[in-house]
Each structure stands twice: as structure tokens, then as C-alpha cells.
């Protein structure tokens, strides 16, 4: 009788190169059931106490994960930060960071055409809109826990919040205050639009998205805080700037 061999882990040969290549399939897997989690425990919870969940993850997963890889890679850590991003060149820091929020808007990119190229232009648009109404919120609440930004903490509060958006490190924006409860933000250079105006194609109509991306934005900071289109691509705008958004309290 021919007995076959129990296959475990150790039978598994793959080339160095494989190895790579799968720890990075590995680490897009992590990446991806973490932003399942999220996904599913605001469905089922609702988004505030998703909030309240995702602060105790988040104080406790990237310490674990951090310590790990410190002990396989050997490297020290200070804070919970990595040493060696400690040690970088205040010039290289900054740059690594426009890098990463740079790669993070080719990601948005890739999946909006790659939804376009198989359905078409619309359904692009109302993932990309739906894709908004949850990241906004949520990238609102990571600045807040990272400024330790208490809630409500109105316009003062959304000024300094929209400052650390990953848009901010790679477009160029500006506030002019109007009144005591209100104001004005403005993209005075934006990576999507300038590209496509240095191909000769007109801007990408990005009014719907922005709206829920910019009303859901403040809302999490200060449900107070209303959001008005003051202009966005597809309408027209001045040189100086792509988009204007009027933020305010009633009084």
C-alpha cells in the first residue's frame, strides 16, 4: 500500500523571492481585515460606538504589532514608534509622510478606474461617494484622537483638523476667516486636478463627493458645523483655486 506523505509548512518551498512576495500579500491581507472589522462593527453598532471600539483597537493593536515586528527585524522602539523612523532626516520624515498620503490618493485612483473601466463613469462615482461617507468620518476621527481633540470642538477645532488630512500633505489649501462663526477653506492646488489641467482634459466633476466628504468631515468634528458649496468642479472657479467650502454655526 502506497502511503502518501503528510504535507505541512515545512514542505513548502518557495524561493526567496516568493517569500517576499507573499509577506507583502500578507501584510495587504492584515490591512484589509482590519478595514473589515471596521466596516462591520459600524454596520452593526452604528458609527459612534464603532468610534468607541476603534479607540481601544487602536491603543492596543499597534503596540502588539510594532513589538513584534521590532523583535523579528531588530530594531528598537521609543514611545511605541519605530527607531528608525526616529532616525530619519526631518527633510526625509516629511517626505516619507507626502509619500504614503501620495500613494494613498493613486489607491483611490486605481480603484475608481478600475470600477469605471469594468462598469462605467456612474457607478464609479456613487462607489467613490459611498467610499467618502465612511472614510471622512473616519479620517475626522483619527485626527481627533490624534490631537486629542476633544468633541464639539467647533470651527476652531475643524481649522486645526482639516490641517492634518492626508490631502493636506500633498495638495495646497488656505482658510480666510469671514465672521466669528464662520469661514472659508479653499484647494488652492489640488494633485487630480492640476494633473489632468497639465493634459489638456478638463476637471474631474468632483462636487458630489466632495460634498458628502466635507459635510460628514465637519460634522465629526462639531455636529454644529454646516457645510455649503461655495464652488466645485464641474462649476467654475477662479485660477487661484479648485474648490471653496463655506463652513459656519447658526447662531
Given at each position: 500500500?502506497?502511503l502518501?506523505?503528510?504535507t505541512?509548512n515545512?514542505?513548502?518551498?518557495l524561493?526567496h523571492?516568493?517569500?517576499?512576495r507573499?509577506?507583502?500579500d500578507f501584510?495587504h491581507r492584515l490591512m484589509?481585515h482590519h478595514?473589515?472589522?471596521y466596516?462591520?462593527v459600524?454596520q452593526q453598532?452604528?458609527p459612534?460606538s ?5 479607540k481601544a483597537?487602536?491603543?492596543r493593536s499597534?503596540?502588539?504589532?510594532i513589538k513584534?515586528l ?9 514611545q511605541n514608534?519605530?527607531?528608525?523612523l526616529l532616525s530619519?532626516s ?5 517626505k516619507?509622510?507626502e ?7 493613486a489607491n ?11 462598469r462605467?463613469m456612474?457607478q464609479?462615482k456613487k462607489?467613490?461617494?459611498a ?8 479620517e ?7 490631537l ?5 470642538s467647533?470651527?476652531e477645532?475643524?481649522?486645526k483638523a ?5 490631502y493636506?500633505a ?6 480666510s476667516?469671514?465672521t ?7 484647494m ?7 494633473a489632468?489641467k ?5 476637471d474631474?466633476p468632483?462636487k458630489?463627493a466632495?460634498?458628502v466628504e466635507?459635510t460628514?468631515f465637519a460634522e ?6 454646516k457645510?455649503r458649496?461655495?464652488s466645485?468642479?464641474?462649476?467654475p472657479?477662479?485660477e487661484e483655486?479648485?474648490?471653496?467650502w463655506?463652513?459656519f454655526?447658526?447662531?
Amino acid at each position: 500500500m502506497c502511503l502518501k506523505k503528510k504535507t505541512d509548512n515545512a514542505d513548502i518551498r518557495l524561493s526567496h523571492e516568493q517569500n517576499a512576495r507573499l509577506t507583502m500579500d500578507f501584510i495587504h491581507r492584515l490591512m484589509m481585515h482590519h478595514a473589515m472589522w471596521y466596516s462591520q462593527v459600524q454596520q452593526q453598532l452604528g458609527p459612534k460606538s464603532t468610534r468607541e471600539i476603534m479607540k481601544a483597537v487602536y491603543e492596543r493593536s499597534p503596540e502588539i504589532q510594532i513589538k513584534k515586528l521590532a523583535k523579528t527585524l531588530d530594531f528598537d522602539i521609543e514611545q511605541n514608534i519605530p527607531e528608525p523612523l526616529l532616525s530619519l532626516s526631518e527633510k526625509k520624515l516629511k517626505k516619507l509622510k507626502e509619500t504614503i498620503a501620495a500613494n494613498w490618493l493613486a489607491n483611490d485612483g486605481i480603484w475608481f478606474q478600475a470600477v469605471e473601466f469594468s462598469r462605467d463613469m456612474d457607478q464609479a462615482k456613487k462607489c467613490n461617494d459611498a467610499c467618502w461617507s465612511h472614510f471622512s468620518p473616519f479620517e475626522a476621527w483619527s485626527i481627533m484622537h490624534f490631537l486629542n481633540l476633544s468633541e464639539n470642538s467647533g470651527l476652531e477645532g475643524l481649522k486645526k483638523a482639516l490641517q492634518y488630512r492626508l490631502y493636506a500633505a500633498i495638495n495646497k489649501q488656505s482658510i480666510s476667516d469671514e465672521t466669528d462663526n464662520s469661514f472659508v477653506f479653499k484647494m488652492n492646488d489640488c494633485r487630480v486636478q492640476s494633473a489632468r489641467k497639465r493634459k489638456g482634459l478638463k476637471d474631474y466633476p468632483c462636487k458630489s463627493a466632495g460634498i458628502v466628504e466635507y459635510t460628514t468631515f465637519a460634522e465629526t468634528i462639531d455636529p454644529r458645523i454646516k457645510t455649503r458649496c461655495v464652488s466645485c468642479p464641474p462649476d467654475p472657479h477662479p485660477e487661484e483655486w479648485y474648490c471653496a467650502w463655506h463652513f459656519f454655526i447658526e447662531k
